[in-house]
């Protein structure tokens, strides 16, 4: 089985202060020098570092930065993920070319962020706020699982979520994982990270069958919500099953949301009843996933231009906007691209 595996959580931070920005900068040269990504590389994920808590302190309001390390195909690198809600930007191609300023500085940090970065997204509304999303390589950015992205946070208060995600590629078939362990903090979030380990580890075969392995893996805990789709850009299809409260959306430009069934049950307890649905998938369409920490009255047409954006963007953008403070939550966006 090959398989390409996206599941570092990583940690969030609040930038709130120059303390605290310094602290994420800190944590992410950290990061680099504990991935080998060279002293050279370090130094540019430094500045970007800098730059996006700069911003957030410049121009947010309830900034936000994800941290955590990426790897694909034996390769590893480091993430980060920039979330506010503030005044937004009406052309964000525009404000990332150099000399191009909001507040009468020189203009540069959006210039130097996509300088310094390997890969490089964003997403803003004015009034909406802005997400950007960075990823730093020891080189080019590999190719690899760029048709999903999921981000998960912690309930106000605690440092462990409950709540978890996986993303591979098992014989050809693509599979993406949400889970929700009962609870929360570090128990909650064992229960999580056997499922997401029973996941990639799992025998390749449809959704249905991946569920029961987890389910038979997870006895030892205290089990989660979870759901587990299987796109098919060929068929044209997404197969689909789940347990407990794992919301899942087919979302497209100028369509009806379509929302997926998941059973009663938890997985880990009992024998809970598990059935595979299959649904059109169009080209163009979105997989939205996400935790009962995310409510459900979001719009793909209040966000214009959000479908053309990556699938982190999209997830990111989503968690801010309808995920609580009061649950773990996570978000799941990954597209039917060929």
């Known amino acids: 089985m090959s398989a390409d595996v ?3 959580q990583g940690l969030w931070f609040r930038v709130e202060s120059g303390g605290g920005a310094s602290g994420v900068r800190r944590a992410a040269e950290h990061l ?6 060279g002293e050279q590389r370090v130094g540019d994920l430094a500045i970007v570092t800098a730059e996006l808590a700069s911003n957030l302190l410049k121009h947010a309001r309830e900034g936000t930065l994800l941290l955590r390390p990426v790897r694909r195909t034996g390769r590893a690198g480091v993430e980060l993920v920039a979330i506010d809600a503030g005044p937004g930007m009406a052309d964000l191609t525009l404000s990332s070319a150099d000399g ?6 020189l203009g540069i940090g959006l210039g130097a962020i996509v300088r310094q970065a390997s890969w490089f997204d964003g997403y ?3 009034g909406r706020g802005t ?5 730093v390589w020891d080189g080019p950015a590999p190719k690899g699982v760029d048709w999903a992205g999921a981000l998960a946070r912690p309930i106000t ?5 409950g709540d978890g995600y996986a993303v591979r590629v098992a014989d050809g078939r693509r599979q993406v994982l949400v889970c929700d362990g009962l609870g929360h903090g570090p128990l909650a979030g064992a229960a999580t990270g056997a499922a997401v380990a029973a996941f990639r580890n799992a025998p390749a075969g449809p959704p249905g069958t991946v569920v029961q392995h987890l389910h038979r893996s997870m006895s030892h805990t205290r089990g989660a919500a979870l759901a587990v789709a299987e796109l098919d850009p060929a068929a044209g299809l997404v197969r689909y099953a789940g347990l407990g409260n794992i919301a899942a959306t087919i979302a497209a430009v100028g369509e009806r949301r379509r929302g997926l069934v998941s059973l009663p049950g938890i997985a880990g307890h009992q024998r809970p009843p598990v059935r595979e649905y299959e649904y059109p998938f169009p080209p163009g369409a979105m997989l939205v996933m996400h935790s009962d920490g995310v409510v459900d009255r979001w719009d793909l047409a209040d966000y214009p231009g959000l479908a053309g954006r990556s ?6 953008t989503l968690l801010r906007d309808a995920g609580t403070r ?4 996570c978000v799941l966006v990954a597209r039917a691209a060929a």
């Open 6 to 8: 996206v599941d570092d």
């Open 32 to 37: 680099g020098q504990q991935l080998q990504l």
């Open 100 to 105: 191009h300023s909001t507040t009468g500085t």
């Open 124 to 126: 803003s509304l004015p």
């Open 131 to 135: 997400v950007l999303a960075v990823q």
């Open 157 to 161: 208060g605690e440092q462990v979520s």
């Open 311 to 316: 699938p982190l963007v999209a997830a990111a």
């Open 326 to 329: 009061r649950d773990d939550a």
